[in-house]
Each structure stands twice: as structure tokens, then as C-alpha cells.
């Protein structure tokens, strides 16, 4: 093959520009100090890169700078709680030397403003934010989560019926506690075969010392009941702790088998206790009751008992054949109540003298108070002769008055309203030759009355009904113990059709079971052609117990219906996403709620957060909540409302209440403050290993990412002096080859 200049000098010239881009490139490397700058000079060391520097250090930094935030607010939430430990602890101080025996009221009150000022201190600790984010709201961080309620209180989460006729967002209220609260409505209801005059059921108490109740336990024995057999009657008395109110109910049943058998079950939220007896055979009452309290279901329900006064104490029969329809299931076993309500009988319209007169059935309450408590012989002899011709005492229990008899004088402050909505309040027991005396011994043997000036000329007369249950020893009646009772009309088929108004107190309030209840409901009847709720608004008082301080105190709601008075539809039933909290299910309640809301008293705090987690993620597949919410770490408001009920005490000068509620409750609080800061310093401990863990990783990634990306500076510098030599020689090679001209070959 032929071999020309020009080939020789294309050669020369390709071998010149190759050398120039190899020294280019490593010249580039060198100034860049990086193996590439564009995919194309290395696309498997640019996947290689892109997959470090994205899913890996990317992510890692991201990581990092999440356990950053998330330190700053654990360490922000830890600061506060540390503060309002120390608060706490300094409140647990002041409330034990305030307990002593050794404090005057004086002294006492003279703790109240520091009290005050560090409720104040735990509130702002509460709203403790970091830049403008409130740590302690939940997911609600742009607003400070705890509140305090302005002079007319602060009414939440409301929700109205709009089939009940009541106008959405406008029931005033007045004076409430703090609670949950719900209404619900009943038109013109049939009110059936019932007992006349009323009833008297035990709403609240308040009792100085570590006792039991005024006139036995709260929820005594508010059952449904048929016809009293006086002879054979078996007695239930609903327990105490079970919180079932009037939700129990004892039937009867028949059947072949010669024995008694026992079986509880719940319909619409009612218990029913069904006691099937052989009815060709006699069973005696203590067989009965034997027969139930030895049934489990039955007996954490109630406590069955025979009637004192019937046949020796109970040695009698209870036989089928004294009902008037013995094959009818729903016939209903003959019981007595405990005492009545909670220890009070029916309530009658009377003279002075307790004698009873026609009757007229009452709404509303009656609130007692025990202004004197002593034994007979302490009295002087004119007021022993006030005593034994009190109209209160049983005529024959008078013969049988002894020294050591623990007499009981009360007072009595009373909200009535009468069956056409007419209301009655004041006070009696309170002034000179206003007296109520009770026989607290005798009353275990003997009818007596609680008996007050209602109205002029009109008495109204409470039967107290021997009770054998009366949990009173005669040396514990304190001065100062409170009783509120509600007259429920008890109304007869002569009666005209009635409206029903109910107020729920502490609505959903759960069962033992954990399932929420309607609470405790108070009850107002009135003639429905009287049309009492026709008229826009109408005011309806009662009475209640502040248990921080022992005081009675008048609420009133006043409901606002614009179209006509109406039962709440069942059909309208509300969604339970409609409210935040305390869904009741339909299913479980004859009453349908025709409004519900909480209400906050004034001057009370209140949350406005909620219970969601902040989560920071600190790993793939790894989230820590860095904040703890207001619910976990203060109880919602209970750290809050304790504080404020210590104040009170410490006002109304409540021994009791400072050494056996207010200790307690701020121990209780005290130990949830110290689990929440345990819980962040877990939570900063594990956020602290993760971050020295991704501090190694990425020192390992950014290595790894170095020999892929970075150039190896002397193994380039040599390269590049050898590439610069390899040009140099290329150049001088090339000069020679090309060096001869066209006059050279002219000569």
C-alpha cells in the first residue's frame, strides 16, 4: 500500500487532537477534582453516584435534620414538664400543711393566692410553644390549646335536634358545673297507672369525712316496682357502685321445674332481673333473696334482702297465687324499696302538722342540710319537748325517745314547680321556729317526715320509711352534710297528658362495661295542655353540690323552643361524628337527645387541643411522636381543675377535702407528670442512638460516594504529566514526519 504525506499528516494530526482531549479530561479533573462532570464520560458512575446521593445521603440528611426538630421539641415538652412537676410538688406541699390541724381558716386562706398564682403557672406551661407551634395541642399547634372560661361560662360542642322544637344555639344556662351535658324532650305522653303524689330520688351528696351517704348510697334503690305485698315483700337495694340509677327492673315469671331460678338480661338500656318461681310451690322471702344474691349477674346488681315488717322478719311464703295474673311474664315480683330513693319515701302536699292533704305531685329539689347533729339527752329540755312534739317524729316513736337517740335537725332549700309549671323556691330550717328534726336511731324502726313550708298555706311533707340500710353510725353525722333529692310526680291515669323536659348530667359517662350511659337524668312534668314550653323561654332551676367546697348551688337552664313543644325524633338521631366525644348508641336508649353539649363554668380551664401525635420519622419505616399532648400530660383539664378545687378549699376553709381528695389527686397527677417526661426521655434517647447511627452511616456513604465521584489527585497529576509527555512527544514525532516541503523536492 501506498503510504502518502497527507496520510501521514491526517495520522499525526488524529494521534495530536486524541492526546489533547486525554489531557483535556485529566486537566478537568484535576481543576474539578471529580472523575466526570457529564454522564456520558462514565454512566456507570453516574448511576452509581445518583443512587448514593439520592437514596442515600439525601434521605439521611433529611433524617437527621427530622431528629433535630424533633430533639428541639422533646426537649422544650421536657423543660415544661420539669417545671410543672415542681409546680405540683410545691401545690402537694401547701396542701399538706394546709390539711394540719394546726391551720386557722385564716391560715388557710392566706395559702390561696399562691395556690392561684401557680393554676396560673401550670396553664402557661400548658400553652408552651416552639416558634408560634403549641407542643402540648396535638394536631391543633396554631392556637394555644388550654383556655380559661369567661363570666358566662363557655358552652362546646352543641349540637340540637332539630325535630325536638328546642332553637339551635339557644339554652342559656346559668351557674352549671363543668360537664357533659345533653337535653332530651317528650310530648303529651299518656302517663299511665303510677303512684300518686312523687318521689323523691338522691341526686348528689356531700358528707365531711370518709363516710357513707346522707340517707344510704348514691343510686340507692331507684327501681321499678308493682304492688307492695306488705307480708311477704322481698326488699333489693341497688348497689351503690354500679351507677344504674333507675335502669333496673324485677320481674316475675312461672314455671313447673320446683325450684327458683334467676336470669338477667338488658333491653334498651335497662337491666331486668327475671325471677321464675314454681307455682305450685311456697317459697319463703329469704329463699328469694338467697336465690338472687347467690346469682352473680343479679348481685353485682343489686342486694336482695326480706322485708323487716313481714311475717317475723321474713319467714313467710312468696306465693305465685297473690299476683292477679300469675301466667303474665311481665307481672312484677312484690318488692319494697330501700328505703325509698335513697333513703326517702313519697312526697304529699300536707298541713302543717304533716298531715297529708289532696294530693299534688311536685317537680324539681329538694336540698338538706344537717345543721345539728346530737344525742337526745344533750338537748336542753325545751328543745326535748320541741323535739318529741315535732310533727317530724313518729307518734310512736315518741314513748320510745331515749338519752342516746341521735337526733338530726335540718334545713331545707327547695327549686319545686308544680304540674302546671308554677315554681316555688326558698329555704326552711334556717330561722327561729323553723325546725326540722329527724330521730336518726328510731328511724331504723319508725315512719318519720321531713316536713317544710312550701308556699302559703301549703306544706309539703318527705316520708322517711324505716330503713334497716341507713349507713349512718349514730357518732358520724357531721355538721355540714348535704343531701340533693329530685321529685319525680309519680302521676295516676286521671292525671291529663304531661310534657317531659329532661337535663342529663355527666352524659356518657360509661357504664362498668365501658359503654357510655345518658347519665344522671333530671326530670321536669308538666301539663301538656297547660302548654307550659309554648311561651319562648322558660327557666328551670335546681339544685347541686360543688364538691370542692360543700356548697349548694342554684342552676337554672332555659330552654328556647320557637315551633311547637316536641318529642325528640328517634329518626333525626344524631351522627356520632357530629360531636368529638361521648356518642351514645341509639340502640341502647328509649330517650333521644334533643341537645348536647359540654359546658365549661366560668373561670374554669379548658382544652381546645386534641390527642394527635406529631410523628417524626427518623428511619425508613420508623416514626417517633415528639410531642406529648395536653390529654397525656395534664389529664386533659384534671391537673387544672384539681388546683382550682384546692383554691376553693382552701377558701371555704375544707379540711376534709384538702387531706383526703386534693393530696390524693395531685399524687395521681404527680405520677402522670413524671411517666410523660419518662416517656420523652425515652423517646430522646431513641432519637439520639438513631442520630449517632445515621452520623456513621453517612460518613460511610460520603466515602463510598468519594471513590465513585472524586479523582485520586497524585494518580491524576502523574497521569496527567504522562499524558502532557505523550503530547509533547506526539507534537516533535509529527514535526519530524511532516517536516520536508514541495521546494524540497524541487531541487
Known sequence: MRVTHNMLANSVSQNIQRNLRALERRSNQLSMGKMFDRPSQDPVGTYRSMRITSTGLARNEQFSRNIGEGKTWLNSTESALADSI?????????????SNDTFSTEDRKAVAPEVEQLLDHLISLGNTDVAGLYIFGGHKTQDPPYRVAGANGELLNDWYNQESGLTADNIELDNLLTGDYAVSTEAEKDPGVLD???RAYLMDEYIQGARDGFFGGYNAASLTVGDVNEDNAVRFTAREEGAYGNNIEVVYETNDNGDIAIDVDRENGAYRITVTMDENEDFTAKQVADAVNGHEEASALVQASVNLEGNGGGSGDVDPDIFEDPDDPDETIPISLSGGAGGIGEVYSSDEGGNLEDDSPWNGTVALEVQEAKKFGQFSSDIQDKIINHPNIDEDSIEDVDEQDLIVRLSAGYQLYDLDGKNYSGTYGNQSGEDIYINMTKLKEDDQSITFKAREDDWVTMKVPPNANITYEREEVKVGDKAVFQLKPELNENDPDFDRFTLHQDYGRPDEQGRPTMGDALNWHFNADEDFFDEK????KFHDIDQATGQFITSSISPTFEE?????????????????????????????PAAIFSFVAPGDPYYMGDDGERLIEISPDQKVPANITGIEAFGETELFQTVRDMHQALVHDEQFTLSNEVIDQLDNHLDGLLRSRSDIGARMERMEVTEERLHSERIYLREHLSKVEDVDMADAITEFMMQENAYQAALATGARMVYPSLIDFLR
Open 86 to 98: 415542681d409546680a405540683v410538688q410545691r401545690l402537694r406541699e401547701l396542701a399538706v400543711y394546709a
Open 564 to 592: 311547637e313543644f316536641q318529642t325528640a325524633d328517634a329518626a333525626r338521631y344524631y351522627d356520632p361524628q357530629d360531636l368529638e366525644k361521648h356518642g351514645v348508641p341509639d340502640d341502647e336508649f328509649d330517650e333521644h
Open 196 to 198: 300518686e303524689a312523687a
Open 537 to 540: 323561654t322558660r327557666t328551670l
